[in-house]
């Protein structure tokens, strides 16, 4: 095993085994703002993963314990408490690495044309705009979309509407409104 697979094994089992009962002690309610604060982040990219994967915990099952345990765990490192934070998160919780890769790799544009929604379509084109831009957010899990679009496209007549009405009822089982 190389290091990296070691320092990742144990940030797995020291996340798992010792911050529960510190995380138990503490309300639950950790917002972006205060993961960025508390764990020293300083970079762009690292205020868009914390507000992602807050926005995720209704989409992603396990983020909801997972964020605290991983909260707790991280601020006792001494160098770049964040980095690990990130890490344990992404390892405790594989599925938020799909929607990450999964939101990284959706494309307004080729949902368009795939749905074939003309330029003078343009209610459809910003339903499609906002069902991106809020799955490129966490609001919406981006795989739920990426699934619409790709079965949307399958069809051979009403893309659009079979696409809107997949994405809304997704949306509504998570109580997301979608306009």
């Given at each position: 095993m190389t290091l990296t697979r070691y320092v990742v094994a144990f940030c797995v089992a020291?996340?798992?085994l010792g911050a529960e009962e510190a995380s138990a002690a503490r309300p639950v309610d950790l917002n972006a703002g205060t993961i960025q604060a508390a764990l020293?982040?300083?970079?762009?990219?690292d205020g868009g993963f914390t507000s992602f994967a807050v926005n995720m915990?209704?989409?992603?099952?396990?983020?909801?314990?997972?964020?605290?345990?991983?909260?707790?765990w991280a601020r006792t490192r001494p160098h770049r408490p964040f980095q690990y934070f990130k890490k344990a998160l992404m390892t405790r919780v594989p599925?938020?690495?799909?929607?990450?890769?999964?939101?990284?790799?959706?494309?307004?544009?080729?949902?368009?044309?795939?749905?074939g929604l003309k330029p003078t379509e343009t209610q459809g084109r910003a339903f499609v705009d906002t069902t991106v831009r809020l799955a490129k957010?966490?609001?919406l899990a981006p795989t739920v979309v990426n699934d619409a679009?790709?079965?949307a496209k399958a069809s051979f007549?009403?893309?659009?509407?079979?696409?809107?009405?997949?994405?809304?009822?997704?949306a509504t089982e998570h109580g997301v409104t979608v306009e």
């Open positions: 020291a996340c798992s020293r982040a300083s970079r762009m990219e915990k209704p989409w992603v099952p396990g983020l909801t314990t997972s964020i605290p345990i991983c909260f707790d599925q938020l690495k799909t929607e990450l890769n999964a939101a990284a790799a959706l494309d307004a544009t080729k949902i368009k044309d795939d749905l957010a966490g609001t679009a790709v079965s007549w009403g893309k659009y509407d079979k696409f809107h009405k997949a994405v809304l009822a997704a």
